[in-house]
């Protein structure tokens, strides 16, 4: 059964919705579809690649610090260790990687009980501005804190430490949908007391 409707001069038809409370029960759950397609597996990956271009980003505004590569391996370690965080198996950092480390847990809210392609970006993204943004309170000359009661630094250290070219990144969002953990890790390990004046390169003018 159908209607025709007229608005502005065009007509458009529009057919009636069953209303059978049994047609959609035999339709897989939406996570089921996601992980079929390997929809998550793409939006992660583009999660990623997004932390990366970030980092490269904020590496290109410092003399002498080349861009980062996305490793295999280290993106690997972090994913496991950003999803043990989320499930509430661990806290912080790793005590038994060798590698440089940053770790954001960024509050999240969302009608979809997973990350889309978007959200993964998003936080991606968010969370590398954040660490980035510790610059403020960076003295470039003597290569410490402007106040030393002010926010950290060292997650901008890592961020852009010459040396640190590998990059791993980790994305999880919490069972309970309320919160994501971002973690990245770094080859070389970065923010050696004593080695900043070597690694932390000047702003470019």
């Known amino acids: 059964m159908s209607a025709t409707e007229t608005r502005a001069n065009f007509e458009i038809e529009t057919s009636e919705v069953p209303t059978d409370d049994n047609e959609h029960e035999n339709l897989p759950d939406i996570s089921e579809v996601i992980e079929f397609f390997g929809l998550d597996e793409a939006a992660l990956r583009a999660g990623q690649e997004a932390c990366l271009d970030r980092h490269n980003e904020k590496r290109a505004l410092h003399q002498s610090t ?9 993106t690997d370690d972090a994913q ?10 661990a ?3 790793d005590p038994d990687t060798i590698c440089g480390e940053n770790i954001s847990i960024i509050p999240f809210e969302s009608e ?19 660490w980035y943004n510790q610059v403020s309170n ?5 290569h410490t804190k402007k106040n030393p009661n002010g926010i950290t630094v060292s997650s901008f250290v890592q961020t852009i430490w010459k040396i640190s070219t590998y990059l791993g990144v980790g994305i999880a969002l919490k069972p309970d949908g309320s919160e994501v ?23 470019k003018q």
Request: glycine letters at 10%.
């Open 80 to 89: 496991k260790w950003a999803e043990k965080i989320a499930r509430g198996d």
């Open 112 to 130: 979809l009980p997973y990350l889309t392609q978007g959200d993964y970006v998003g936080v991606a993204r968010f969370a590398v501005d954040t």
């Open 91 to 93: 806290t912080g950092y």
């Open 66 to 74: 080349k861009d980062m590569k996305l490793d295999k391996n280290l």
């Open 138 to 142: 960076y003295d470039f000359p003597q």
């Open 181 to 203: 953990v971002v973690v990245c890790r770094y080859l070389q390990k970065g923010n050696i007391e004593g080695n900043r004046p070597q690694q932390v390169g000047q702003l």
